[in-house]
Nanobody, 122 residues
Framework: VQLQASGGGLVQAGGSLRLSCAAS????????VGWFRQAPGTEREFVAA???????LYADSAKGRFTISRDNAKNTVYLQMNSLKPEDTAIYHC?????????????????WGQGTLVTVSS
């Protein structure tokens, strides 16, 4: 499966972006899908994940500001990001898990996209 993340860009603090993760090669309707991010000089961290059934899981930093959703007919997962902060600046990667439930564990995700850059200016 190939994953293509898009929707990143430059936005001012307080603004919004919607990231998309489109899969090709196989359907991921039976799998959880997650978003992770990595800022320069830091380790990759979990942001949000959505289960096969649509149940969402968020990092504390994302709760109340980000919303993950999926459209299985389009084989696409979205991450709506509102009230963006400079500390949200990072490359955002989507990944497909080998399980159906949303999880924060990176080891559960076996397909990764190249990522899309989000830059939030102050």
């Amino acid at each position: 499966v190939q994953l293509q993340a898009s929707g990143g860009g430059l936005v001012q603090a307080g603004g919004s972006l919607r990231l998309s993760c489109a899969a090709s090669g196989r359907t991921f309707s039976n799998s959880a899908v997650g978003w992770f991010r990595q800022a320069p000089g830091t380790e990759r961290e979990f942001v949000a994940a959505i289960s096969q059934s649509g149940r969402a899981l968020y990092a504390d930093s994302a709760k109340g500001r980000f919303t993950i959703s999926r459209d299985n007919a389009k084989n696409t997962v979205y991450l709506q990001m509102n009230s963006l902060k400079p500390e949200d600046t990072a490359i955002y990667h989507c990944a497909v898990a080998n399980v159906a439930w949303a999880t924060t564990r990176e080891s559960a995700y076996n397909y990764w996209g190249q990522g899309t850059l989000v830059t939030v200016s102050s």
